[in-house]
């Protein structure tokens, strides 16, 4: 067993609401390093494995292991698990960055103050040290001259760069996306999709779900379809685009081609 | 209108304008602390907590704060409870006021959308810290303009105290009037007094409300 561990592990994970099944049985493993897509119609759970992945909301059966550390459950002595107390689970969490698709940053804090709130109050950080920290992350995400700012005061594409390095302050082992750009105007989606393509290229450890397949196929190591709550296919992107063995991921992405092919026909700017 | 009779016994009045303050401070203080108690009991899991609550809300809510004041000045004496005539006021302001006033900061809580608290908790902040950090300052900002029509409800309420002889502004009217025969000129200045009043506070209370929602356009 000199398997390397995961950086994150999903085993078995179930998710329903009520009478709902929206997860069944999904496992993925992502290494350190490894930048996973996730792509797949909507309601196909995408967004439900991210939040069952940091406990958002916690999976109705399965389990999800941080570099090989079970989360939400301690390990009893003889293999079972009970949940964990909420100050550790508090703990692991702040390993796991999450980027929303809303963005969800506070509105009555600043730019620079969203940033380093976590550092501060979780880390324990003094705002000094915070800011020094928070300071190049700003400069990575292009908004240095925004960090006295107000939501408000900031465009989507600005406000989801903020919430990037709000995630990336916590100095997280995984960084999750829940569809970064689908709340976007058109125009301001290339801006969060390079500052996401920087990350990749760093290595950093991440899990995106999208709906774009151009920067999924791009910056991925591998791309993972999702359909009714299972994971029907997954593999290097080029194989997924292009060779796809499932039906269901081929007729999805053949949809996604076509349109994605329009749009390149109808707009003359860009290069072919 | 009589200028000098007016003038003459506006001291007076003004002496009753203070304890329409105190009683109104005082009652405002409880009715805030006991709403603050109501929506933290609302929010526990413990049924029985919860239940003590809404009870609490739904016997205020069916009482006028007329009966609601003879109740805690003439019937707590009764079983053993005897209290000074301004205590029972300020218990029966901050009493009828609480489940009004909760219902507000209730309301303005629950206005802070869930992602921002979801943010929150993905970078690992406590229950209490999105409380106080996250929820709180948001909430402040939203509950103000429908606390400040509470809190200027409680200050006209002030005058019923003086059916057991609070000595605030409408008592001390009434003792003028048994006086003078004037009632006309004394209550123009009675009015005057309340209107001014809440008039101020309610200038006070949007200032702050303009200074904590400052991010909303800045």
Same mark, same amino acid.
């Given at each position: ?78 293999? @079972? ?157 080029? @194989? ?33 | ?7 003459? $016994? ?5 002496? &009753? ?9 005082? &009652? ?13 009991? &609302?929010?526990?899991? $413990? ?14 809510? /069916?009482?006028? $704060? ?39 900061? +209730?309301?303005?809580? $629950? ?21 106080? +950090?996250?929820? /709180? ?11 400040? /029509? ?28 048994? +006086? ?12 005057? /007094? ?15 409300? &303009? +200074? ?7």
């Amino acid at each position: 067993m000199s398997e390397p561990t995961p950086a994150i592990e999903g085993r078995a994970i179930d998710k329903s609401f009520g009478d709902t099944p929206v997860l069944r049985s999904v496992s993925l493993s992502v290494m350190p390093g490894e930048v996973v897509c996730v792509v797949g119609p909507s309601g196909s759970g995408k967004s439900t494995l991210l939040r069952c992945l940091n406990w958002l909301s916690p999976p109705t059966a399965g389990e999800v292991f941080i570099a090989g550390e079970p989360l939400g459950k301690r390990r009893n002595a003889d293999g @079972t698990f009970a949940p964990l107390g909420e100050r550790a689970l508090r703990r692991q969490r702040s390993r796991i960055g999450m980027v929303f698709q809303q963005f969800n940053l506070w509105p009555h804090r600043t730019a620079l103050e969203n940033v380093i709130e976590g550092p501060m109050i979780v880390r324990g950080l003094s705002r000094r040290d915070a800011i020094e920290r928070a300071e190049p992350l700003m400069e990575m995400v292009g908004l240095a001259d925004k960090r006295d700012a107000y939501p408000v005061r900031l465009s989507g594409g600005q406000q989801q760069r903020v919430a990037i390095a709000r995630a990336l302050a916590m100095e997280p082992e995984i960084l999750l996306f829940d569809e970064p750009t689908s709340a976007l105007d058109p125009e301001l989606v290339g801006e969060v999709l390079s500052v996401m393509k920087d990350l990749a290229a760093r290595h950093t450890t991440m899990i995106v779900v999208t709906h774009e397949i151009g920067f999924a196929a791009e910056a991925a190591d591998r791309m993972v379809f999702m359909d009714e709550g299972r994971i029907v296919e997954e593999g290097p992107p080029r @194989t997924i685009l292009h060779t796809p063995k499932e039906e269901r991921s081929r007729r999805f992405l053949e949809k996604f081609m076509s349109r994605s092919s329009a749009m390149l026909a109808a707009d003359p700017e860009t290069p072919r | 209108m009589d200028w000098g009779l007016m003038l003459e $016994n506006t001291p007076l009045l003004l002496l &009753g304008l203070r304890w329409t303050i105190v009683v109104s401070s005082a &009652g405002m203080a409880l009715a805030l602390a006991l709403a603050v108690g109501l929506v933290a009991m &609302g929010r526990t899991s $413990n049924r029985l907590v919860r239940g003590i609550a809404r009870v609490h809300t739904e016997i205020i809510l /069916g009482t006028p $704060n007329l009966v609601l004041l003879f109740i805690v000045f003439f019937i707590l004496p009764e079983v053993g409870l005897v209290i000074e005539p301004f205590t029972a006021g300020l218990i029966t302001l901050g009493l009828y006021y609480s489940p009004y006033l909760a219902e507000v900061i +209730r309301g303005a809580m $629950n206005a802070v959308p869930r992602g921002q608290i979801e943010a929150g908790e993905a970078i690992g902040l406590s229950g209490p810290r999105i409380l106080t +950090r996250i929820v /709180g300052p948001q909430a402040i900002g939203m509950a103000l303009p429908p606390a400040t /029509g509470l809190f200027i409800g409680l200050i006209k309420d002030s005058a019923i105290l003086s059916v057991i002889s609070v000595a605030e502004m409408t008592f001390q009217a009434k003792q003028v009037i048994a +006086r003078t025969y004037a009632p006309f000129e004394v209550y123009v200045l009675v009015a005057v /007094g309340y209107w001014v009043l809440t008039f101020l506070l309610e200038l006070g209370l949007r200032r702050l409300e &303009g +200074r904590v929602t400052r991010y909303r356009s800045l």
